[in-house]
């Protein structure tokens, strides 16, 4: 076996009908010809979007063999920069965010630490619902999608087959309509055609809706309850 191929690759997704709302994780990981080997879902009960997508890392570490290195791929901003950018900090500082507050999902985030100590593991965002996307990203956004609305564990260890692809009626709605109420009517010069059009850089520091800080200068974008992370922008039209 040459060196790439013992790589195990894998992606992992969390779903919220409503975050929080009915919440479920799911990871796939590939089997050596490059196609779905495994998979397993898993119900949440109610949960945020933040938590669903935190488990989903944590059920596919656990899963998986530490002495061999790991790719997954996620879609998920907050867990991939959860993970890659803020844990040493919030590590450093005894699980304290810069004001002081406990981290959110504390106990998630220690954990997830915990697994990822002494192995290697690459992290890679690939983004949610392409058309010519990645094909394990989207089969556990399938399956977390699913399984968040059954609420019933599935996956190859109990003998079921994927879920099939969910009918895209909601994303198709989320395109550029009438602006709504809360919009300024000024016209703001973004293009449409970048992706998080309507984001600008912070000019001060503050707290998004997912109850994560953001830096000044960082990309934010505006939510129903202010501004806060694109990313959770999205997740507040799409879920539901």
């Given at each position: 076996m040459g060196g790439m191929s013992e790589q195990i690759i894998a992606a992992c997704d969390g779903a919220s009908k409503g975050n929080p709302g009915p919440a479920a994780w799911a990871w796939v990981i590939a089997d050596t010809g490059g196609e779905i080997g495994r998979w397993e879902a898993g119900p949440l009960g109610a949960a945020t979007n933040n938590v669903a997508e935190l488990t989903a890392l944590q059920e596919l570490l656990e899963a998986?063999?530490?002495?061999?290195?790991?790719?997954?791929?996620?879609?998920?901003?907050y867990a991939m920069k959860a993970v890659t950018t803020w844990l040493p900090g919030w590590r450093r500082k005894g699980w304290k965010t810069a004001s002081g507050s406990p981290v959110a999902n504390q106990g998630l985030v220690m954990r997830i630490d915990e697994l990822l100590k002494d192995r290697t593991v690459d992290f890679v965002y690939?983004?949610?619902?392409?058309v010519d996307g990645d094909p394990f990203n989207a089969a556990a956004d399938r399956a977390a999608s699913h399984t968040a609305r059954t609420q019933q564990a599935a996956g190859t260890s109990l003998g079921s087959a994927l879920p099939p692809p969910e009918p895209q009626t909601a994303s198709r709605s989320t395109g550029r309509g009438r602006p709504s109420a809360s919009q300024p009517t000024a016209k703001r010069r973004?293009?449409?055609?970048?992706?998080?059009g309507g984001s600008i850089k912070a000019k001060f520091p503050g707290r998004c809706r997912c109850g994560q800080p953001y830096a000044k200068g960082e990309l934010i974008a505006k939510n129903p309850d202010g501004w806060g992370h694109p990313a959770c922008v999205t997740e507040a039209k799409t879920t539901g």
């Open positions: 998986t063999d530490p002495a061999l290195p790991l790719e997954v791929r996620m879609d998920s901003q690939v983004p949610a619902h392409q973004t293009k449409a055609t970048r992706p998080g």
